[in-house]
Each structure stands twice: as C-alpha cells, then as structure tokens.
C-alpha cells in the first residue's frame, strides 16, 4: 500500500477561494514534498517541508506538518484558474532510500 | 539545461514485445527514479537508484528491469510487455534521495495491446 494518501480526492472551488489538501502518511520521515501536476505533463516541485518543521511558506503556498499524526496540509490561497491541477504529497521513509507519493487530489478552479 | 529527458514519448507494444525506456538527466543528480502512473493509483514506484552503481526494487517492481547505465542516464526494460503494463512512465532525479525535490521528465505514455 502507498505511504501517503491525499484527502478528498477531487476539490472544486470557485476562483479566489483558498483551496486545503491533506496528505497522511503511515512511517517515519525524514521530510515531505508537495508537487503539482497539470494534465498530461510531469510532476512540478512545490515544497519540502523537514521533519523538524511545522509549517513553511512559498507565495500562495502554505505547507503545515504534524509528525504526531502523521499528516500534512497543502493550503492554496486565492486561487486562480491556474492552479486547476491534481496535488500530490511524496515522502522519504527512514531508512530506506526513495521516495513515495501518494494518490493525489484533483483540484478544479472554475472562474 | 534540458533537465531529465525521456524516450521515447507515446510507444504502442503488442503482447510479448520488449522495449527500452530511457531516461538521461543533466543535473549531475545521483539518484534517479522510475514510476508508472495509472488512472485513480497516483504514481507507484517501479525502480530506484540511490547513486551511480546501485538499484533497489520499489512497490511494483515484476515485469520490470533497469540499468543505471551510468550517472546520467536509468533505463526501465520490458521483457514481455504485457497489457497491464499499459501505463504512463516517469522518470526523476533528485540531488540526493528523498532529501532534495525531485526533477520529472515528461512521461512515456506506453500501451500494450
């Protein structure tokens, strides 16, 4: 089974609103990655967030991590039709060297 | 900077046929990646390679080989291609596994019939 699951699975929002994406993850980390993909291209990196972290920013972006439950939160704020993508969170298990995404949320900004 | 290339880009395989996928990246990164993303499944991992001389089997792994050719470049083999390997294959690279982003390639969009 996949290390990190995404929550809810689609998201459909109205342009301006600020968007929420959750990730929960089963093992220890080291760190956890967001990523962003649109339609029929590769992944983008969005942010790494360290284990020893609670929360991170980059422009619109806002990464919240809580090791004691295992979970994480992407926040988008006002969103624009852009960001129309799906969402994904990736992490790096101790002790073993790779890294692990989860199923991803499909985000929609409809103008 | 072309970042991590693959080839080829759409590839149609009939039941049985091998083929090659290749994946180069020119960012002197020492672990590279392959994944097979599906409708609904997110991407699994099919094969790793922490650095230069070293591959280790992610979660799916059967019906796949990979050489790490050298540190540029990672290639995923099929062996008998087989129609639930009907999939888009990415390839990534990262500086130094899961500690630093990981840079994608495009993708491979590979039917079997």
């Known amino acids: 089974s996949q290390q990190g699951e995404e929550d809810p699975q689609a998201l459909s929002i109205q342009e301006g609103e600020n968007a929420t994406m959750n990730c929960s993850y089963k093992?220890?980390?080291?760190?956890l990655q967001w990523y962003r993909q649109n339609s029929g291209r590769g992944l983008v990196h969005l942010i790494l967030?360290?284990?020893?972290?609670r929360e991170k920013h980059s422009g619109r972006l806002r990464v919240t991590l809580d090791t004691s439950k295992k979970s994480s939160s992407l926040l988008i704020t006002a969103s624009r039709a852009a960001d129309t993508a799906s969402y994904f969170c990736?992490?790096?298990?101790?002790?073993?060297?790779?890294?692990?995404f989860g199923q991803g949320t499909r985000l929609t900004i409809n103008p | 900077n072309a970042g991590v290339t693959q080839t080829p880009k759409f590839q149609v395989l009939k039941t049985g046929q091998s083929m090659t996928l290749q994946c180069a990246q020119d960012m002197n990164h020492n672990s590279m990646y392959w994944y097979r993303q599906d409708p609904g499944m997110g991407l699994r991992l099919i094969y790793y390679s922490a650095s230069e001389g070293t591959t280790d089997k992610g979660e799916v792994p059967n019906g796949y080989n990979v050489s790490r050719l050298n540190k540029r470049e990672f290639s995923l083999r099929l062996e008998s291609a087989a129609p639930s390997q009907t999939s888009v294959y990415f390839c990534?690279?990262?500086?130094?596994?899961?500690?630093?982003?990981?840079?994608f390639g495009q993708g491979t969009r590979l039917t079997v019939v």
């Open positions: 093992t220890s980390i080291n760190n």
């Open positions: 990736a992490t790096d298990v101790q002790g073993a060297q790779k890294l692990v």
């Open positions: 967030i360290r284990s020893n972290e």
């Open positions: 990534a690279s990262s500086e130094a596994w899961g500690e630093t982003e990981a840079f």
